[in-house]
């Protein structure tokens, strides 16, 4: 039977005062809603991982409040990996640049590996991981192939928080200005459903449908494994270079059996070759401009309603207010920085 647990990322008791000292430090640099960013320092202040993984780090937010959040526990350490040297949005700054800028103090805490998939990286790391952050490209097969990498690597017990889980969805319903674009970044979601093994969501959220949440791995993660292989069977949004491709093949081959490499293979063959190439940055920008305008519309028509509304219509109003609101800081941000380079 699948499990759901919901933990409270509010409660002190879970770390958020020690989230709350790093609140400016990380404000301009995060992709993530506050109660994301809540959500997962409760789960690394309550569980106290020793070795912890990051794949997708960009300017390097998320390694910012790991590194914050395991500070004070002995023995913790960050391990990230980044496909990109340098800046996805800024080729003239380095992935995870704002770690050494903000918080040099506690750079003795994290190793930073950029330039390769996780494959090419993870024998340096090494087994007995016990938490992990996957963040990446939201398109398929992405983080398919990112978890698949890396599970044989992971603890019975250890913690995969995915990010993202319901980008596609929540851009779907609460923005009109909804397109292909975000169509597409159903990756995470996908894998939320896929992967065996307790779920665990945020309890405080403005949304019935969250945007981040983990899943401990245990023994039928690895048994039902053919579940997230056979993802690679859904359509792909961009193609792997040819050097790839065999790479990530001869590293399936030392953990999976030849059934699931022959789907690999297959999907390799089939959209490796018709997949279209990353979206352009233009049309990306026109819809980031509409589902901005959108939000601000809705954020706008929920402040008059819930500045006049009473009871619990009032709580009500101002929960959607305070939602769309914070859907145009995040949207606002990724238009900023394709805008600045």
Known sequence: MQ?????????????????????????DCSMMADYERAFLNALIRKNKPQKILELGVAKGGSSILILNAIKDIENSHLYSIDYLENLYCDKSKKTGYVVEERIPQLSPKWTLYTGGLACKFIDKIGTDIDFCLIDTVHRNPGE????????????????????DIALHFITKVDIIGWTKTYQKT????????????TKILPEYVTTPYPN?????IDKSTREQIWDVFNLLTQNWT?????????????HFERF??????????????????????????????????????????????????????????????????????ERVRILSKYLADIKEH
């Open 256 to 325: 999976y059996n030849n059934s699931l490499i022959e789907i690999y293979k297959t999907a390799i063959q089939i959209y490796n070759k018709e997949t279209d190439k990353n979206l352009s940055q233009t049309m990306y920008s026109a819809d980031l401009k509409s589902n901005i305008k959108e939000a601000q519309t809705k954020a706008t028509k929920y402040f008059w309603l819930y500045k006049t509304a009473l009871g619990k219509k009032r709580k009500e109003k101002k929960r959607l207010y305070k939602y769309y609101k």
């Open 238 to 250: 961009y193609t792997i270079p040819e050097e790839e491709v065999s790479f990530i093949q001869k």
């Open 3 to 27: 499990t759901i647990t919901r933990i409270n990322s509010i409660q002190n008791v879970f770390g958020y005062d020690i989230l709350e000292e790093i609140k400016d430090v990380i404000e």
């Open 144 to 163: 398919i192939l990112d978890f698949l990498m890396i599970l044989p690597y992971l603890k019975d017990g250890a913690i995969v928080v995915f990010h």
């Open 212 to 216: 981040i949440g983990a899943i401990v």
């Open 186 to 197: 159903n990756t995470n979601g996908l894998l939320m459903s896929a992967i065996k093994g």
